[in-house]
């Protein structure tokens, strides 16, 4: 650590002074972001300044800027809005105005400015940028500075964080805040189709978005929606009428008691005349539903934040001090965003022009390519909700050559998501003309008793909100008995599988590709989604269930460490799950602040215990009495066979002389059910229908295949050249797998071979090592070693 504060100091000349703001609307998890500033910020040597109510602050200066402490940001991460304040700042706008920001920033020595905020905050960062050095020059002629003042303020450092609930900043997958709305926006919708069901009702519900669906969109997929309005998808005029119509008599007619239609602010039809949630509930009326309407306004910004965006403003901010000191004069402001799991730098005014070029398609009509400028991930989302609802009339059947018939199964424990994914799976499948077969109760549940449902429309609806396995799950393997399984996959004549689960899941994957050879019927495409809490399938950095995971444990956190708020000192020692794997722990000490983390990977030794209690003697040390609440330990389930939590929490006790109470907390089941997070739900449908299409494809490319015997003679190559192939056709037995910023289908052969650690079922890399790095440096646990 101490070589590492050294390496980033020796990048900039002088002690750096940070400032950081927070501007335009106001969006949860803009705290987490300056805390993790404000810490990583004094981590590395520097001063961090916050400028308090945004552009308003700066051109005020004096009580405005102030210098922020370590105490000072203490439980800012369950907190929602922004603590240090934004506002819309009219006279930023104008020259004079900016020359009087430069002037207060360089009063206090300030020459970086990292700005947590939307397009507009960060368009005008850049100008300010832009513009410094004939802003500097000025206030010399003015007489404010002399030329020797300010030579060291020659150049501002600007560094971007997209504080947005719209989600509208090209080339980042999400903003902070974004997933905070989406959540907010599920959950109340969930609340809202209760009530639509019981009463047999259609409900328009508006969301925020003035220039951009993706709220609408992503609710649209995580509340199984009829039908969405979005700005970049303009509806046909004169004829969405008969199309929403249309869609939704025919969900009723399947089977649905509701309707529910999510309609963004600023939804349009294809002549550019807005569309309203009034207008479609004229729409709805007209076909003698009894049709309402919620604008869902300002809720959607407030309350505390998701985990996703309390981790995402985390490593961001962390990594925002990081851009500030490798930043030289020549550097593109940068702007930090997220590609899949990766956090990434882009240039912040290329970014920020493509965001606003959106609006201006928009406005030229030129749909298509707005859609395209929003990420990949839109796009395909897009495709997926009208491929599985709007278009769900059979129009997009396969031709009856190539339709299967697909198996899917859960194994292991539940995780939040299992049923969202077969929802989608199921409504993907039907509406390319598929068959589904939901495998009922494991592999076991298949030997015992060979049963096999196939899944329709009205069975699978409303699957999208809850949690555990209607299909049930069981922890047994395939080869309990191979041959009762490839019985039953050959009496269903099924022509590809999926599996949902964990570590079990797994190792399923790779028995029944590793008995291709003895029964030719496992000679079909499998793969297996992962989804485990654990998130300990080899290959990948994500599994389903995880989001949900976490969001439990924040909300079981926040109250325990409220809890303790009357009480004053107290520490808790909180247990989770994750078997082996300690990426659960680690991510919640991120997330929560915890003091301190015990994972398997890093063993529990006195030394460590010794360093905690230091840590949490200084912590306590500092506390002055407000905003602080209970302090936490995270313990991974499996960090160690001697120090169990009660040992840890009794030594901790003991040894703190009564300066502070310590308890135990133990989540348990918590964390595996619940109702599935929106992100889950999302992340679930998307692979559901990418692995129906690996499924398709290999199915394509293996037509070949043996008819009686399934066995692979030869398959077609990208470019449709037939060629032979091998008997085990490797790449068709794959995990679905997330690395950084790449999504891949990996075969199951490979990664046992190389990246599996069998004994203690978990994969080789540990991905987290640099979040477990990043918590250290936010609790201080780096800072107090240095020192030491
Ligand atoms: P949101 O996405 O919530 O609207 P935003 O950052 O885009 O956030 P804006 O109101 O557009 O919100 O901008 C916030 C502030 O940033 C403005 O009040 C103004 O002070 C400053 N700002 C915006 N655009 C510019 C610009 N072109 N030049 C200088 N300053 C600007």
Redesign the pocket.
């Known amino acids: 650590a101490v070589k590492q504060l050294k390496n980033s100091l020796a990048l900039s000349s002088k002690k750096k002074k940070i400032a950081v703001m927070t ?3 106001d969006s949860p998890g803009m705290n987490a972001a300056v805390r993790a500033v404000v810490r990583a910020g004094i981590h590395y040597g520097c001063d961090v300044y916050a400028v308090y109510e ?2 308003e602050g700066l051109l005020r200066g004096g009580k405005y800027l102030r210098q922020m402490h370590w105490e000072d940001v203490r439980g800012w991460l369950s907190e929602g809005g922004t603590l240090i304040g934004t ?4 006279e ?2 104008e020259r004079w105005g ?1 020359k009087q920001g430069a002037y207060n920033l360089i009063s206090e020595g300030i020459d970086a400015l990292i700005v947590c ?8 960062a850049d ?2 940028r832009s513009e410094w050095p004939s802003l500097v020059e000025e206030l010399v002629q003015d007489g404010k500075f002399t030329i020797e003042q300010v030579e060291p303020y020659r150049n501002l450092t600007i560094v971007g964080l997209i504080g ?1 609930i ?1 989600n ?1 900043m090209a080339g980042s997958d999400s903003t902070i805040g974004a997933f905070s709305a989406l959540a907010r926006i599920c959950e109340l919708v969930d609340y809202i189709d209760e009530t639509a069901k019981s009463h047999s009702r259609a409900f328009v519900i508006e969301v925020m978005g003035r220039h951009c669906g993706w709220l609408a969109l992503l609710a649209g997929i995580a509340t199984g929606a009829d039908y969405i309005f979005i700005p970049e998808r303009a509806a046909p005029k004169g004829k969405w009428q008969e199309e929403l119509k249309e869609v939704c008599q025919r969900h009723r007619a399947k089977g649905r008691r509701n309707n529910t239609v999510i309609v963004a602010e600023g939804a349009l039809d294809d002549e550019l005349n807005h569309i309203g949630a009034e207008d479609v509930k004229n729409v709805l009326l007209e076909l003698g539903l009894d049709a309402k309407v919620t604008i869902l306004g300002h809720v959607q910004r407030g309350g505390t934040a998701v985990a996703h965006d309390r981790w995402l403003a985390t490593l961001q901010g962390v990594d925002a001090v990081n851009a500030v000191l490798e930043m030289t004069p020549e550097t593109p402001s940068p702007l930090i965003g997220i590609l899949e799991n990766k956090i990434i730098r882009k240039p912040l005014m290329e970014s920020v022009k493509l965001t606003k070029s959106v609006a201006t398609d928009i406005e030229n009509k030129n749909f298509d390519k707005a859609i395209m400028l929003r990420d990949t991930e839109f796009v395909e989302l897009y495709e997926n909700f009208v491929a599985t609802t709007i278009k769900d009339d059979g129009s997009e059947m396969l031709p009856e050559a190539q339709r299967l018939n697909i198996g899917i199964v859960h194994v292991g424990a539940p995780s939040a998501a299992l049923n969202p994914a077969t929802r989608a799976a199921t409504l993907y499948c039907l509406s390319r003309g598929h068959r589904p077969f939901a495998i009922l109760n494991g592999f076991s549940g298949l030997i015992q008793t060979g049963q096999m449902q196939e899944l329709a429309w009205a069975d699978v609806e409303s699957w999208h909100s809850l949690g555990g396995s209607v299909i049930g799950t069981n922890r047994s393997l395939a080869d309990e008995d191979m041959g009762t399984v490839a019985y039953y996959f050959q009496k269903k004549k099924l022509d590809g599988l999926i599996i949902l689960g964990g570590f079990e899941g797994f190792k399923s994957l790779k028995q029944l590709r590793d008995s291709r050879e003895q029964y030719p019927i496992f000679n079909i495409p499998m793969v297996l989604i992962p989804a485990t809490i654990s998130n300990n399938v080899p290959g990948t950095e994500y599994s389903l269930g995880v989001d949900t995971c976490l969001n439990a444990l924040v909300k079981y956190t926040d109250e325990i460490k409220q809890s303790a708020s009357a009480s004053r000192r107290r520490v808790f020692v909180v247990e989770v799950q994750g078997g082996h794997s300690g990426y659960i722990a680690s991510f919640t000490g991120l997330i929560t602040g915890a003091v301190s983390v015990y994972t398997p990977e890093d063993k529990i030794n006195l030394a460590t215990i010794k360093e905690d209690l230091e840590l949490l003697c200084e912590n306590f040390r500092h506390d002055r009495g407000e905003n602080h609440n209970g302090k936490l330990l995270i313990r991974n389930e499996q960090a160690s066979s001697l120090y169990s939590t009660e040992l840890l929490a009794n030594i901790i006790a003991e040894s703190s002389k009564g300066k502070f109470g310590v308890r135990t907390a133990i989540p348990g089941h918590v964390q595996q059910g619940g109702i599935p997070s929106s992100k889950d739900r999302v992340i679930a449908s998307r692979y559901a229908v990418k692995c129906v299409n690996f499924l398709e494809d290999w199915n394509e490319r293996n037509k070949g295949v043996d008819a009686d015997t399934k066995v692979l003679r030869f398959k077609y190559d990208i470019h449709g050249e037939k060629r032979p192939t091998v008997q085990h056709e490797d790449d068709s037995a794959a995990v679905i797998c997330v690395n950084g910023s790449k999504l891949s289908f990996k075969p199951i052969a490979e990664l046992w071979e190389n990246e599996t650690n069998v004994k203690l079922r978990k994969g080789e890399d540990i991905h987290w090592k640099e979040f477990t790095r990043i918590g250290d440096i936010l609790s201080g646990r780096l800072r107090l070693r240095a020192e030491v």
Do not use: E, H, V
């Open positions: 501007s335009g609307g945004g552009y506002a819309r700042c009219k930023f706008r900016r905020g939307g397009d507009g905050s960060l368009t005008g100008l300010f947005s719209d509208d």
